[in-house]
């Protein structure tokens, strides 16, 4: 790789910082022989549920598997409805029809790009049964105001924050916000496994009981099993990745909001960019760094050029993929999450970039994008 180029995430330049940590931990396992679950997974477990604020954590597969997982020991129902942001990862969505349940999109805010109370209150239907508000690219505003709605309606919700491991709203954990929430362990997200991993954090003695059976064949005891479930369990290796990982990750995620303060100040005069939101109270944890800008497609290839790497997160909104023609929404829908596909970039993003890094992008995106007219 050339000096001045600039990749979108970089993994490398952290795992230079733990190598040896991350050695040790793993050379514990492989001694042990602890390779599915064990000692390593079940402290990840009740560490990560410190961190989040929740009573119990249950370490699974992957994040995918965590949502679907979730919906299944909160007992929803073949062809429960489940209101689903058109403005996510098609995993939130194709979790949701895996458990059994039935999709339903809504739009998404305009400031924070998540739903809010107002856009939940316009989806809303009287057969919803559970919401996954997700707080995407790691901003938490207005997710209280989504959980508290559902609430008033008994309307279960699960936070898919695979983004958001570390964000808070007014102080307050996830786990203090809502009952249950489910995470990735995806190597690009912000707390990342060497391998894929995921976990559901839930406050719920009775939804943690069954989770554990749920990932592990619907096993009771060692002789029985009470139901046919799948596997999903997490891996023994992971566990202790993530242990690692864990302790480091506040440090990261200051590091991460450093980034995005510096990209905010060098990129304030310029009206050509649009800023993410960062509100008041709620605490972003910049998974991605997202502007909006005019032909972001042309801009997108001039940074390509000049060594930068670049990404969309997401070119389409879920009603517009083939998987979800058969929803039915047309064109315009869902407005909201439509414009936004247009013209979002997500810039490079990780606790590791330099000063002189976030220079050099910014230098290049003010200089090849075009004012808004
Ligand atoms: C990454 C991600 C997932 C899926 O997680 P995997 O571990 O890749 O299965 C689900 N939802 C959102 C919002 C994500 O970003």
């Given at each position: 790789m050339s000096e001045n180029k600039i990749p979108f995430v970089d993994l490398g330049a952290q795992y230079a910082t733990i190598r040896d940590e991350v050695h040790r931990a793993m050379d514990g396992v492989i001694a042990d022989t602890a390779f599915i679950l064990g000692r390593e997974v079940e402290a990840f477990?009740?560490?990560?549920?410190?961190?989040?604020?929740?009573?119990?954590?249950?370490?699974?597969?992957?994040?995918?598997?965590?949502?679907?997982?979730?919906?299944?020991?909160?007992?929803?129902?073949?062809?429960?409805?489940?209101?689903?942001?058109?403005?996510?990862?098609?995993?939130?969505?194709?979790?949701?029809?895996?458990?059994?349940?039935?999709?339903?999109?809504?739009?998404?805010?305009?400031?924070?790009?998540?739903?809010?109370?107002?856009?939940?209150?316009?989806?809303?239907?009287?057969?919803?049964?559970?919401?996954?508000?997700?707080?995407?690219?790691?901003?938490?505003?207005?997710?209280?105001?989504?959980?508290?709605?559902?609430?008033?309606?008994?309307?279960?919700?699960?936070?898919?924050?695979?983004?958001?491991?570390?964000?808070?709203?007014?102080?307050?954990?996830?786990?203090?916000?809502?009952?249950?929430?489910?995470?990735?362990?995806?190597?690009?997200?912000?707390?990342?496994?060497?391998?894929?991993?995921?976990?559901?954090?839930?406050?719920?003695?009775?939804?943690?009981?069954?989770?554990?059976?749920?990932?592990?064949?619907?096993?009771?005891?060692?002789?029985?099993?009470?139901?046919?479930?799948?596997?999903?369990?997490?891996?023994?290796?992971?566990?202790?990745?993530?242990?690692?990982?864990l302790r480091h990750l506040e440090e990261w995620t200051e590091g991460r909001r450093t980034v995005a303060a510096t990209y905010r100040e060098l990129l304030a005069d310029h009206p050509a960019v649009r800023l993410p939101e960062e509100r008041d109270g709620a605490r972003h944890v910049y998974h991605l760094f997202v502007v909006r800008v005019e032909d972001r497609d042309g801009l997108r290839r001039t940074l390509g050029e000049a060594g930068i790497a670049t990404g969309i997160h997401y070119p389409l909104p879920l009603h517009r993929l083939t998987a979800y023609r058969r929803l039915g929404h047309g064109k315009g829908s869902f407005p909201v999450s439509e414009a936004i596909c247009e013209d979002i970039l997500s810039l490079p993003m990780y606790a590791e970039l330099t000063r002189d890094q976030i220079t050099a992008v910014c230098g290049h995106l003010t200089e090849s994008s075009r004012p808004v007219r």
């Amino acid at each position: 790789m050339s000096e001045n180029k600039i990749p979108f995430v970089d993994l490398g330049a952290q795992y230079a910082t733990i190598r040896d940590e991350v050695h040790r931990a793993m050379d514990g396992v492989i001694a042990d022989t602890a390779f599915i679950l064990g000692r390593e997974v079940e402290a990840f477990e009740r560490e990560f549920a410190a961190y989040t604020g929740f009573r119990h954590v249950v370490g699974v597969g992957n994040g995918t598997d965590a949502i679907e997982l979730a919906l299944r020991a909160h007992g929803l129902k073949a062809g429960d409805r489940v209101m689903v942001p058109a403005h996510t990862f098609m995993a939130t969505a194709e979790a949701t029809t895996r458990a059994g349940g039935a999709v339903a999109l809504s739009d998404v805010c305009e400031r924070s790009f998540c739903m809010s109370g107002a856009t939940f209150e316009r989806a809303v239907t009287s057969d919803t049964r559970f919401v996954l508000p997700v707080p995407i690219y790691g901003n938490p505003a207005g997710l209280d105001e989504v959980v508290d709605a559902a609430r008033r309606r008994g309307i279960v919700p699960i936070v898919d924050a695979a983004q958001a491991h570390g964000a808070t709203v007014g102080g307050k954990k996830l786990g203090q916000i809502a009952d249950t929430a489910t995470f990735s362990f995806y190597p690009g997200k912000n707390l990342g496994a060497y391998g894929d991993a995921g976990a559901v954090a839930t406050n719920d003695d009775e939804v943690a009981r069954l989770l554990r059976m749920w990932r592990n064949h619907g096993r009771a005891s060692k002789f029985d099993h009470e139901f046919e479930a799948t596997n999903s369990r997490m891996d023994g290796l992971q566990g202790a990745v993530l242990r690692v990982k864990l302790r480091h990750l506040e440090e990261w995620t200051e590091g991460r909001r450093t980034v995005a303060a510096t990209y905010r100040e060098l990129l304030a005069d310029h009206p050509a960019v649009r800023l993410p939101e960062e509100r008041d109270g709620a605490r972003h944890v910049y998974h991605l760094f997202v502007v909006r800008v005019e032909d972001r497609d042309g801009l997108r290839r001039t940074l390509g050029e000049a060594g930068i790497a670049t990404g969309i997160h997401y070119p389409l909104p879920l009603h517009r993929l083939t998987a979800y023609r058969r929803l039915g929404h047309g064109k315009g829908s869902f407005p909201v999450s439509e414009a936004i596909c247009e013209d979002i970039l997500s810039l490079p993003m990780y606790a590791e970039l330099t000063r002189d890094q976030i220079t050099a992008v910014c230098g290049h995106l003010t200089e090849s994008s075009r004012p808004v007219r």
